[in-house]
């Protein structure tokens, strides 16, 4: 599976932004997924993660209540909707997919990965 992240930008504290994630190929529904993110210097870190049906999210306990991770397998596409954003969510922002049903929240555990879209938060 190929995916392509969007929907980053600059935006001021306490703003609000949408990332989407699509996927190519027709096996999407086959697929965990999830958003992670890297800000310079530091290493990258779990934000969401969502099952192949999207019964089932986890969040980072920093944007729990914040952000919103969805997906809708009939465009190939997952979305984070990132609300009350922080200066400290500025980050690269990834979304990546491994093979079958249930999430992970370790990046080594996923095997596809977008390109990233820059998430600036100013004050």
């Known amino acids: 599976v190929q995916l392509q992240a969007s929907g980053g930008g600059l935006v001021q504290a306490g703003g609000s932004l949408r990332l989407s994630c699509a996927a190519s190929?027709?096996?999407?529904?086959?697929?965990?997924m999830g958003w992670f993110r890297q800000a310079p210097g530091k290493e990258r870190e779990f934000v969401a993660a969502?099952?192949?049906?999207?019964?089932?999210?986890v969040y980072a306990d920093s944007v729990k209540d914040r952000f919103t991770i969805s997906r809708d397998n009939a465009k190939n596409t997952m979305y984070l909707q990132m609300n009350s954003l922080k200066l400290e969510d500025t980050a690269t922002y990834y979304c990546?997919?491994?093979?079958?049903?249930?999430?992970?929240?370790?990046?080594?555990?996923?095997?596809?990965w977008g390109q990233g879209t820059q998430v600036t938060v100013s004050s």
């Open positions: 990546a997919a491994r093979r079958g049903a249930w999430y992970a929240i370790t990046w080594t555990e996923y095997a596809y």
């Open positions: 190929g027709r096996t999407f529904s086959s697929y965990a």
């Open positions: 969502i099952s192949w049906s999207g019964g089932s999210t």
